[in-house]
């Protein structure tokens, strides 16, 4: 069974730093590249980060470029977010999930329950 | 970056209601087009992949359809199990992604 589960979520001031984690089990978690997206409170989703398969591409939204690390280690399954700089607009449950391949694009389909995070002073 | 827009934004609907989902690209995005389902407190899960393509185990009164920059997700028959929130999420734009706002169906 393929499974997807965030930790390290928690309340950061803001300016802070935070590092969430998504173990990965069930599936040949270097095959497949990883997301992570976010959905504030009461709001839609929001794509945050992605990295590929090998963990050589890494990308990411205008809105956390420059603060964001994401990474992965294939050894563990486990991709990484690292968060830095963090600012109210910042809190959000953030979700990771797998992208599969398909003719015409791709799409997520699985993902964890989500990690809560909140940036408050 | 490629903005998706669906409408409505929430309806009120009754079961066994015929439900139809709008979401509009603001560049053609081909078939790039994914639709999921999201219960409160609960990750998304995906009902309609590549614009039109049912994933396995989804029951089939939800159906999808549309290219190039207008899409629909319709439900034939409004289930209990049905109200949620629906995105859409266009993945044309590999790997920037974008999603919807989301659209709310509650019970009439």
């Known amino acids: 069974e393929v499974q997807l589960v965030e930790s390290g979520g928690g309340l950061v001031h803001p300016g802070g730093s935070l590092r969430l984690s998504c173990a990965a089990s069930g599936f040949t978690f270097s095959s497949y590249a990883l997301h992570w997206v976010r959905q504030a409170p009461g709001k839609g989703l929001e794509y945050v980060s992605a990295i590929s398969s090998n963990g050589v591409g890494t990308y990411y939204a205008n809105s956390v470029k420059g603060r964001f690390t994401i990474s992965r280690d294939n050894s563990k399954n486990t991709l990484y977010l690292q968060m830095g700089s963090l600012r109210a607009e910042d809190m959000a449950v953030y979700y990771c999930?797998?992208?599969?391949?398909?003719?015409?694009?791709?799409?997520?389909?699985?993902w964890g329950q989500g990690t809560l995070v909140t940036v408050s002073s | 970056d490629i903005q998706m827009t669906q409408s409505p934004s929430s309806l009120s609907a009754s079961v066994g209601d015929r439900v139809t989902i709008t979401c509009r690209a603001s560049?053609?995005?081909?078939?790039?087009l994914n639709w999921y389902q999201q219960k409160p407190g609960k990750a998304p899960k995906v009902l309609i992949y590549?614009?039109?393509s049912l994933r396995s185990g989804v029951p089939s009164r939800f159906s999808g359809s549309g290219s190039g920059t207008e899409f629909t997700l319709t439900i034939s028959s409004l289930q209990p199990e049905d109200f949620a929130t629906y995105h859409c999420?266009?993945?044309?734009?590999?790997?920037?992604?974008?999603f919807g706002q989301g659209t709310k169906v509650e019970i009439k």
């Open positions: 590549a614009a039109s």
């Open positions: 999420q266009q993945s044309y734009g590999t790997p920037l992604n974008t």
């Open positions: 560049q053609s995005i081909s078939n790039y």
């Open positions: 999930a797998r992208v599969f391949g398909v003719s015409s694009g791709w799409y997520f389909d699985y």
